[in-house]
C-alpha cells in the first residue's frame, strides 16, 4: 500500500442534502441549486480575492457512504475500492469502467471535484451554485477557476461521456431506478 497524507479540513458544505443517492452527480447538470461553504476561523483571511471570480474548483472529501453501496467513509479508507466499476450512468449497460476514467465517489482517496458559480463571498461564507455533494461535506481546497487555465482548447474527446444524454439534476438513485429528475 503507498503513503499517505493527513490534509486540513479548511471548512463544510451545507446544502438541502443528506444522502448521495439522492443528491445530484455533478456541479455542472445542477446549476440551478445552491448552497453555502462555511469557511472555518483559521482559513477566512485566505478568501480574500475569491470575491472577484465567477466560478471556482471546490475540492472535498466525500464522506459519506456511496451510494453503490460501497463507502466512502473513513472505515473505507484503508480498502482499496474495486478498480473497475460500473459507473451509475453506465448501469442500464452493466458496463465496467476504471475507476480513472469515471467521476464516481468510490475512489481510492475520496476526493470531490465540483465547478461551482461563485455567487457572493460574505466573512467566512460562500453562496454559491452548482451543488452535487450532501450537508456536512468536508472542504480540502478552493481554487479559482482560470478560463485560459482550465478550458482546454478546441473540443476535447470526454471518452464514454461523450456517448450519454445525461439530464439536468440526476441523482444516483434515478440513474440506478430510471425516472425523471424530481
Known sequence: MGSTIALPVIGFVRTSHTQPENTPIQAGINRGEQGTIEITAPFQEGLEGLE???YAWLLTRLHAPAASGGSAGPA???AVPPLKQVPFLLRSQQRQMGVFATRGPRRINPIGLSLIQLLRVTGRTI???GVDVIDGTPVIDLKP????????PGDPRCGWFDQLAIADGATPDQLTHGGPPT
Open 52 to 54: 472577484d471570480f465567477d
Open 76 to 78: 473505507a479508507s484503508a
Open 127 to 129: 453562496l454559491f451554485a
Open 145 to 152: 477557476y482560470v478560463t485560459r487555465f482550465d478550458r482546454p
